[in-house]
């Protein structure tokens, strides 16, 4: 079964919209394990706007799934993802004014520096994934960094199925085919939701995990948090 790993940085958002501790992370983070989760993930920016760098520390000696910290590389990113060893690191190239990753890595441009700093997270017993197009040329390139796994980038499928193009999904079938050859392991995530997640999931070959969290978060506005975990889990186990 594809795991779930949740993104809680829509969470922080609203804790610190008010300054205080409401609502608290390390409650959401637990109680979305305790609904069946399978993961947590937090996506760090440098201004701290939403997860705060002491999150990482605080939720690595809390949650008892998988940590997963996204973020890009630069060296604050990399001393703290060294300093709380999560289970997992996610390279992402998002430029620190983003509102959120739009791209993934060009991994023939960046292959020397991807492939230096994912030695020493390995190095450190952490398991690297790094966000990447459906580009079979980009995927190709990324095993030559020596990553763990890729994450693909799915904004475009959710664009097209949303607009009812179910043949958006033919480079995600095909870059995942290749990763497979590759011996590549395959996340995915960006604007997979309810609507989208099981016919996403069941086309993609040996999917191994999604990260979810500005629409799960969204939907658990009407449906309940406990209620949309499940849902996810339900629609993830359809193979």
Partial sequence: ???LSVNINKIATLRNSRGGDVPNL??????IEKFGGQGI???????ERHIRYQDAFDLKETITTELNIEGNPVPKFIDLVLATKPTQVT???????????????????????LKEVISEFKR??????????????????AKSTDTDRIELYTES??????????NGITPYVKAANLANTLNLGINAGHDLSLDNIEFFSQNIPELLEV???HALISESL???????VNMYLHKLSKK
Avoid: C, Q
């Fill in 1 to 3: 079964m594809t795991k």
């Fill in 26 to 31: 390390l409650k959401v983070a637990t109680d």
């Fill in 41 to 47: 993930t937090i996506h760090p920016r440098p201004d």
């Fill in 91 to 113: 390279l992402v190239p998002d430029a620190e004014d983003a509102i959120t990753s739009n791209a993934g890595w060009d991994t023939i441009k960046h292959k020397d520096f």
């Fill in 124 to 141: 450190n017993g952490i398991r690297t994934s790094i966000f990447v197009d459906p580009i079979l040329e980009m995927i190709e390139n």
């Fill in 157 to 166: 499928f959710a664009t097209e199925y949303s607009r009812g193009n179910k």
């Fill in 211 to 213: 990260s979810i969290g």
């Fill in 222 to 228: 009407y449906l309940g948090l406990e209620n949309v």
